[in-house]
């Protein structure tokens, strides 16, 4: 694929990506255990940051438009072994996914996680018992409202 400017996207997806590395380590795994992308194969444990819903974010503010990117982990073990491992990540994951910001600093956007819970995953033909987060991230706010110039100290515009 030919190279292109980075885009917000992308700084989300590494933001996202750098989340699921902590949560590996503090579970005691390696950070390797992540990838930025869905991976060719699966090897349990692991986590990627899978393909976005573009989609419109009414916020009090105003219009705001946004992406929901899946954040996929799964596990492997015995049923109980894996439930055991589930919660802990859903506890980390949450933390962790919560706290990321996009943006440069003075002006970060904090992400929402909106779900995180147990879903079917297709991990390369078969279908393991995977945790989803579904994180939302602020694009742009869109306003019907005319923006107010900034004035010098003359009052030139």
Known sequence: MPEHAPTVLDDARAALFAAAERVWEALGWPADRADQFPPVTVRAPAAWVDVPVMHQAPTEAGQTFAATFPVVF?????????????????????QELAGVKIGPPGSQRAVIVQTFGPEDVD??????????????V?????????????RDDEGTP
Do not use: F, H, N
């Open 74 to 94: 799964v596990v492997d073990g015995s049923e109980q072994a894996q439930v055991q491992q589930q919660d802990a990540l859903l506890a980390y994951g949450w």
């Open 123 to 136: 991990a390369g033909g078969a279908m393991v018992r995977g945790l989803v987060a579904r994180v939302q």
């Open 138 to 150: 602020p694009l742009q706010t869109r306003t019907l409202c005319r923006q107010t110039l900034v």
